[in-house]
């Protein structure tokens, strides 16, 4: 009796987990493609709340991509090679449906970084990729990440924050104490853009002042200004005036007068560090949705805007899994990254985009993003 109880209780599971089906008709199962690979597929389930989501693994436990509802429709960059791809649903219930897609990849991933005029840089803070991406907290986010590329396997480099962001501005992690306040004066982004004649400026939220270069300010955190920390700058009376409170970006803007480049953070309670990621996305709706829609962006496609977490909630790679987004007229439509990038890629991107020939530190040799345009 029990033996017979068992086998009816595994026939039910079996039958309510696979309790819908995932129909794919890109790319068809068994068949070469060129990258990026075009995925689109619907699902049904017999459960009465509905599906939760569908997302596609490139390898097991690799999951490459997922979105709310019942379909996707996506573009996945993948290196040369076979793979036994699986597209899943969820559905509310608790059960699942699948559909295997074997698919060989003919060649890898192309693209140029595109000549620009201004770029832009959003950190936000210490959240990982899952809590993110398909997050209902972060729709205007998330629908930057649908329109244009999402780069899905972001990992930041360290912890806590201080060495993420030098990694951004200099190639190099330098310090992890979040207390440092000192004057650093290794290779940076700054040098280099004032070498190449390029001009630069940190919008702050919550800065006290023109030019501030003190630890004190809450909510603003000098740790995440890393800018404010390299001699190139506090021991320039000049170029310490390019560090403003973020209150000067949206005149900036209206007046034509923003910097080739333009490194952004909002302040502890928006950046989603203190506050939630619900705030931090009113926020960027609020304070860089003016400037996607301005003809200073997107006039002549050389606008090119990179929201990046600066850390993660685990280690991997160092800093974690975190979501990382690329927006400008010239990034291909919804697409979807599956390289491995970390912050010297960001850097060396924005950089290679404003012309800037010499990088700092690992930028030198980080990949580009150039496959999302």
Known sequence: MKKY?????????TTFALAGTVTVTSPLNNTT???PVKYVAKATTSCAKGISSIGIYTAPSKLAYVVSGSSLNTSLSLSAGTYNTVVQEWDNCGGYAKTPITVTVSGTASGTVPASSHVFVVVEENHSYSSVIGNSSMPYLNSLASKYGLATQYYANTHPSIGNYLMMTSGQIITNNDSFCSTLT?????????????????????????GYTGCSGYPYARKHNPLSYFSDVVNSSSEKLNLVPFSHFPSDLKNGTLPNFSF?????????????????DTWLKNNIGPLLASSLFQSGGTGILIIVFDEGTDSTEGGGHVATVVIGPKVKPGYKSTTNYQHQSTLRTLMKALGVTTFPGSAATAKDMGEMF
């Open 186 to 210: 290794q290779d940076n982004v700054v040098r280099h853009l004032m070498t190449a004649g390029k001009t630069w400026k940190a919008y702050a939220e919550s800065l006290p002042s023109v």
């Open 264 to 280: 952004i953070v909002p302040n502890l309670l928006d950046d989603a560090h203190d506050g939630t990621l619900s705030q931090a």
């Open 5 to 13: 109880f068992l086998i009816c209780v595994t026939a039910f599971l």
């Open 33 to 35: 493609s060129p990258s």
